[in-house]
């Protein structure tokens, strides 16, 4: 699936959750709803993508672009909030529940991590007809994240 170009609303279950703000890498669009993470090389939160070593902490609450890599923040939400599921093969089922999942892009999640090109984005909660809850708990959070 392609990254997104605007906004998502994406569905979130009741959990007591925590909207923080970190450093955001720059030239790359945010947009609410997508699923954010941390640049495992720099500490700044990015959009997800497959191509990017990153761990996931959430879904950005805030539509902006960073012009200059780490002069500004991004204020994200952690939680269990539904994703896209991926096709075929790499589809999580009802027995992925507890595993860890993976991001295809910003708002797709897949059982693999595709021969280690893709990074890991949370923690498999449940599945239904729409997609995938995936939970983000907060345990890999950027240091200097604030609420």
């Not at 090389?41 to 539509?63: C, H, N, R, Y």
């Not at 991004?74 to 896209?84: A, E």
């Not at 797709?108 to 599945?127: D, L, N, P, Q």
Request: proline letters at 4%; glycine letters at 12%; a negative charge.
């Amino acid at each position: 699936m392609a990254q997104l170009s605007n906004d998502r609303n994406t569905p979130e279950l009741a959990t007591p959750d925590s909207t923080l703000s970190a450093g955001a890498a720059g030239a790359h669009p945010f947009y609410f709803g997508q699923m954010v993470g941390i640049g495992l090389d720099d500490g700044l939160i990015k959009p997800f993508s497959a191509s990017m070593v990153m761990k996931g902490v959430g879904v950005s609450q805030e539509t902006k672009t960073v012009t200059v890599h780490g002069s500004g923040t991004i204020q994200f939400k952690t939680g269990i909030f539904r994703f896209d599921n991926s096709s075929s093969d790499d589809a999580i089922a009802n027995k992925d529940k507890g595993n860890f999942c993976f991001g295809s892009d910003d708002h797709t999640v897949a059982k693999t991590s595709a021969t280690s090109t893709r990074s890991r984005a949370g923690w498999v909660h449940s599945i239904d007809s729409l997609g995938v809850w995936v939970k983000f708990d907060g345990t890999t959070l950027p240091s200097g994240s604030t609420p």
